[in-house]
């Protein structure tokens, strides 16, 4: 579990899509559907303003009545979102899911101004990690034991 999320992002292509804050929702739902990902990262003159995500569709577009075609990016994404570096580990990461009812955490590189975005790393992303980790775990047992 000290397995930094750096080693995860590296396991998967690391696409970070993004959409400006002068786009609207239905721009930004075309971007997720077209490259079939959960969430796209909100850029402000070079600097991550928010992320925007499947949830919010439905908790700040939806459930509200809005437009998407008439309602900005700006109205609907998560600002301030939940973030890390890429050596915070893998159980860092599951706390903050639990913690802050997100599944999607943006990884960012803090050595630069202003910090760029590595990858999203994602509950699919841990709950994958965990699989292969529990996998490598039993056929050792197994091994270990003489069953096959």
């Known amino acids: 579990m000290n397995t930094p999320v750096a080693i995860l992002l590296n396991q998967k292509d690391s696409s970070v899509y993004s959409v400006p804050t002068s786009v609207t929702v239905a721009e930004a ?8 990902v ?3 990262v909100v850029m402000d003159t070079g600097r991550m303003a928010g992320i925007f995500t499947e949830r919010d569709v439905m908790n700040r577009v939806v459930s509200c009545g809005r437009t998407p075609s008439m309602t900005s990016i700006s109205d609907a994404m998560t600002r301030n979102p939940v973030t890390v570096g890429p050596r915070a580990s893998v159980e860092e990461v599951m706390m903050l899911f639990s913690l802050h009812h997100c599944r999607h955490i943006p990884v960012l590189d803090e050595e630069i101004e202003p910090p760029g975005v ?3 790393i994602t509950v699919g992303d841990v709950n994958r990690w965990i699989l292969g980790e529990y996998g ?6 197994r091994a270990s034991i003489g069953t096959g």
């Open 136 to 141: 490598s775990a039993t056929a050792a047992r």
């Open 38 to 40: 959960g969430c796209v």
């Open 118 to 120: 590595l990858g999203i």
């Open 29 to 36: 739902v075309y971007i997720m559907n077209q490259h079939h």
